[in-house]
């Protein structure tokens, strides 16, 4: 009950934080930030969006910890919230429509809700732990995909340009043997996507905790698996519908 009443809430009030954002693109007055690199960007939407977020939480749970992108953590009790304001803010910063507001609600490490809500394509996912994922009020389910050349996979590539690419050998390895690689920008989305059974796994190295935290709940609660393998100083993590991710991951692995 509790995670129902949040949702409903946080439903409510992201439409808030969706409009702003996409008055913000239609004006195009932000200022935009490098952050580490010049294709790791920030704006100073992202910042603000973020602002309005924690302050919705303060407002409403002001006794929960947060985990944000742009802010960093903040400790509270066991509920943790772990928020990216804009996730795909390159894609956004182009008017590029696969940017999205993700937020996770944790309890004791484990997470219990997951809202992805990506403005411009008019859609939400969400998802509550044992109830099930749905986008736009329609509940989602893992694709049922088992041969390989009929797959379509998404991936993603790191900011960091100054550091080897560990992604570059398994691109190379996968390419030929799927229907397709697609590359949106956006983790969160690729999750829901996968979720939603338009794709069929997503894989990529090194990604953040507020990338993956809701959208990797709506794609379990949608049959979808998920793994993390340390690989040296690299983590994988691979997503899939569980029908295929052992035959991927020998792929991307070149074996």
Same mark, same amino acid.
């Given at each position: 009950?509790?995670?129902? $009443? &949040?949702? #409903? @809430?946080? +439903?409510?009030? *992201?439409?808030?934080?969706?409009?702003?954002?996409?008055?913000?693109?239609?004006?195009?007055?932000?200022?935009?930030?490098?952050?580490?690199?010049?294709?790791?960007?920030?704006? $100073? &939407?992202? #910042? @603000?969006? +973020?602002?309005? *977020?924690?302050?919705?939480?303060?407002?409403?749970?002001?006794?929960?910890?947060?985990?944000?992108?742009?802010?960093?953590?903040?400790?509270?009790?066991?509920?943790?919230?772990?928020?990216?304001?804009?996730?795909?803010?390159?894609?956004?910063?182009?008017?590029?429509?696969?940017?999205?507001?993700?937020?996770?609600?944790?309890?004791?490490?484990?997470?219990?809700?997951?809202?992805?809500?990506?403005?411009?394509?008019?859609?939400?996912?969400?998802?509550?732990?044992?109830?099930?994922?749905?986008?736009?009020?329609?509940?989602?389910?893992?694709?049922?995909?088992?041969?390989?050349?009929?797959?379509?996979?998404?991936?993603?590539?790191?900011?960091?340009?100054?550091?080897?690419?560990?992604?570059?050998?398994?691109?190379?390895?996968?390419?030929?043997?799927?229907?397709?690689?697609?590359?949106?920008?956006?983790?969160?989305?690729?999750?829901?996507?996968?979720?939603?059974?338009?794709?069929?796994?997503?894989?990529?190295?090194?990604?953040?905790?507020?990338?993956?935290?809701?959208?990797?709940?709506?794609?379990?609660?949608?049959?979808?698996?998920?793994?993390?393998?340390?690989?040296?100083?690299?983590?994988?993590?691979?997503?899939?519908?569980?029908?295929?991710?052992?035959?991927?991951?020998?792929?991307?692995?070149?074996?």
């Amino acid at each position: 009950m509790y995670c129902k $009443e &949040i949702l #409903k @809430k946080l +439903e409510v009030f *992201i439409d808030k934080v969706s409009k702003f954002q996409l008055d913000s693109l239609e004006n195009k007055t932000f200022k935009i930030e490098e952050k580490k690199t010049a294709v790791d960007m920030v704006t $100073e &939407i992202d #910042k @603000k969006s +973020e602002d309005m *977020i924690i302050g919705f939480i303060n407002k409403n749970y002001p006794e929960h910890s947060i985990l944000s992108e742009e802010t960093g953590f903040y400790e509270g009790n066991e509920y943790e919230w772990v928020i990216d304001p804009i996730d795909g803010t390159t894609n956004y910063i182009h008017g590029y429509p696969f940017h999205c507001i993700s937020i996770g609600l944790k309890h004791n490490g484990e997470t219990i809700l997951g809202l992805v809500v990506a403005p411009q394509l008019n859609v939400k996912f969400y998802a509550i732990k044992g109830e099930g994922s749905f986008k736009n009020g329609k509940k989602l389910k893992v694709s049922d995909e088992s041969i390989m050349n009929k797959c379509v996979i998404v991936t993603g590539f790191p900011y960091e340009r100054a550091t080897e690419n560990p992604n570059v050998i398994p691109f190379n390895n996968v390419v030929n043997k799927v229907a397709g690689i697609r590359r949106s920008g956006s983790a969160a989305l690729d999750l829901c996507y996968v979720a939603s059974g338009n794709l069929d796994a997503y894989w990529e190295y090194n990604i953040k905790e507020w990338d993956a935290c809701a959208g990797e709940l709506i794609l379990k609660e949608a049959g979808g698996t998920s793994q993390r393998i340390i690989q040296g100083k690299h983590t994988l993590f691979l997503f899939g519908n569980g029908k295929i991710d052992k035959e991927l991951l020998n792929i991307i692995n070149g074996k």
